[in-house]
């Protein structure tokens, strides 16, 4: 633990959390515009890349940006701006930040930017529509490791003292890492629904696991670690993302593949986007407990290893 905090004066520099944090809270719009474009069937309303029309994409005109155009070409906007900020990251951390591993978690939250918009960049060139499902899927792994980079560049991480163990962290950590692991697969299920209108019953099948596992890990958390605000806050707030998601994920169903409910077309675009956003969120949630669980349940071990050393040197 001492060799996270370090003696470097760099370590207690607070850009590289600052910067972070910006990263995590510029992509999650992203995520909302891009599954906007998905939507709208919008992600072919620029034929061309990375060019716009033949205009350089920073200089396209903005009386143009209409329809499905404003749409793509927005999101190719924001998502230059999330690479810039990638690189504003990956250089903050290589010059403030003494934990070496971290440095190099930059460099791979920067080289994971670039694919992606390589990725994106082919699905328009190569007209795959496999690649625009791949897209999405590493678009929601980017924002997990965006939050992971917020959290592990955090000063409460860091301080060793204001952090108590948790009983039984073991466990916990399992059960949170499961928790993560299915919500990214149901994102992913989530994404090949959105492209192709197929697998409905997976996606339908990862919510009930996901639904499971989220009530036991509030279970779990309000019984060993109440008075844990590390995990409580993260607890509770994927409790409330989840019983979101369930309202919007089952209006959206309705309204799109049953004729139970009659909702404009462009209500049902709102609610299934705002349906990714949240999925988003809740993936968010699930990583930061999975992180703090971990770093508790490392904390239980030293202590306790602690605690046997003082009594075999008081006999």
């Known amino acids: 633990m001492k060799a996270e905090s370090g003696g470097n004066s760099a370590s207690n520099s607070p850009w590289p959390h600052r910067v972070a ?3 995590a809270c510029a992509t999650l719009p992203l995520l909302f515009i891009g599954g906007l474009v998905t939507s709208l069937g ?4 620029v034929p061309d890349w990375p060019t716009t029309f033949g205009y350089n994409m920073f200089l396209y005109p903005w009386s143009k940006m209409v329809g499905g155009i404003f749409y793509e070409h927005s999101h190719r906007l924001v998502a230059s701006c999330v690479g810039l900020l990638t690189i504003v990251l990956a250089l903050t951390l290589w010059l403030k930040e003494p934990r070496r591993w971290l440095r190099w978690m930059g460099l791979a939250a920067l080289a994971l930017v670039i694919f992606q918009g390589v990725l994106g960049g082919l699905r328009v060139v190569l007209l795959q529509q496999t690649l ?3 897209h999405a899927a590493f678009a929601q792994a980017f924002f997990a490791l965006t939050v992971c980079l917020a959290v592990f560049t955090s000063a409460q991480w860091r301080d060793e003292v204001g952090n108590p163990p948790v009983n039984d962290g073991g466990r916990l950590l399992r059960l949170c890492a499961v928790t993560t692991g299915l919500i990214y697969l149901q994102a992913i299920f989530g994404a090949v629904l959105r492209h192709t209108g197929e697998r409905v019953d997976a996606h339908l099948a990862f919510a009930a696991l996901v639904t499971l596992n989220v009530v036991l890990v509030l279970l779990r958390v309000t019984r060993s670690a109440a008075s844990q ?3 409580m806050r993260p607890a509770s707030a994927l409790g409330i993302l989840l019983l979101l998601q369930l309202a919007l994920g089952t209006v959206s169903y309705l309204g799109k593949f049953t004729m139970a409910l009659r909702i404009p077309s462009e209500a049902i675009i ?9 999925g988003a969120l809740m993936l968010a949630a699930s990583v930061i407990l999975t992180l703090w669980s971990f770093r508790l349940s490392r904390r239980t071990e030293t202590v306790s290893r602690r605690d046997v050393l003082s009594e075999q040197y008081s006999v």
């Open 21 to 23: 944090v910006a990263l």
């Open 42 to 45: 919008a992600g072919l309303a």
């Open 132 to 134: 625009a499902i791949v």
């Open 229 to 231: 605000q590390t995990l």
């Open 270 to 278: 709102a609610l299934t986007t705002l349906h990714l956003v949240t």
